[in-house]
């Protein structure tokens, strides 16, 4: 540490605190404290070798992109990586590693909510959305919303509720035969009243039977769980499959008329 410019260290500790244990060029690490180890850089070993190693020409969209640690592996990967975030205290983060640290092909980041995304008429090659799904008050809109801007693959990870066991449901179910519904592997999320560790921004969290059922009725096929709570999936052309979620209820809630041009239509 002795030979490292003390101006990124102060940098580091104005900036803080810190999400994203990100290890910098100069040899500084961002949060080496972190209470979840290396973060993220463990749970990127888990899916790195499943993301093509040559993004060159790709558009990536980072959800949620916090310091912009996944922004930055893509763009090293040659990705042109637009990383949006609603927390100006993060965005600094990510705004300053780009400008001292990735002066060629840096990520562009930008303060956005996901439901802004509603309005961007741009689809991406490839979408992360981790971390960011159990923080949302209206987290199927919002998923919904995604699903249009991803043309390739979507990295897809949440907090979920304890169990592995799936029910695959039926096409239908009686009036009377709801106690199916409380059958452990049936999709559910839990309504998160108050806190999970601490932290007030949390307001569901599903099983992965509802992660597997959301991201299938959202218009996803050849969803893969790939590590814990992390799924790959890739989008399906609408109209694919039988049932479908109702664009104008989409439309509706997100502002947009049905004569408003947008690449929804
Ligand atoms: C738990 S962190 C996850 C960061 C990163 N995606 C990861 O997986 O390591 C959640 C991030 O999502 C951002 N976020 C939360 N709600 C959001 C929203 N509605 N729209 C955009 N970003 C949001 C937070 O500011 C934070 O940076």
Known sequence: MQNIPQSVAKSIKRLGPWFHNIHLPSGHQTAPEHFLGDFPSSK????????????????CLDIGCNAGFYSYEL?????????????????????????????ENAPHFEKMQIHDLSRLNQKFDLILFMGVFYHLRYPALALDTVSMHVRKLMVFQTLTMAGDEVVKPRRDYGLHERHYFDASGWPKMAFIEHAVAGDDTNWWVPNHSAVLAMLRSTGFRKIERVAH?????????????????????????????????????
């Not at 990127?44 to 558009?59: C, M, V």
């Not at 042109?80 to 705004?95: E, R, T």
């Not at 399906?236 to 690449?263: I, M, N, P, Q, V």
């Open 229 to 265: 709570e992390i799924y790959l999936c890739q989008p399906e052309k609408r109209g694919a499959r039988g049932r479908e979620w109702d664009l104008d209820e989409w439309k509706a809630a997100t502002g947009h008329g049905r004569t408003r041009g947008s690449c929804h239509d």
């Open 75 to 103: 763009a090293k990967r040659g990705a042109n990586v637009l990383g949006i975030d609603s927390d100006n205290h993060y965005l600094a983060q990510a705004k300053w590693i780009a400008k001292e640290f990735h002066p």
């Open 44 to 59: 990127w070993r888990q899916i790195q070798s499943r993301i093509p190693r040559n993004l060159k020409g790709w558009t």
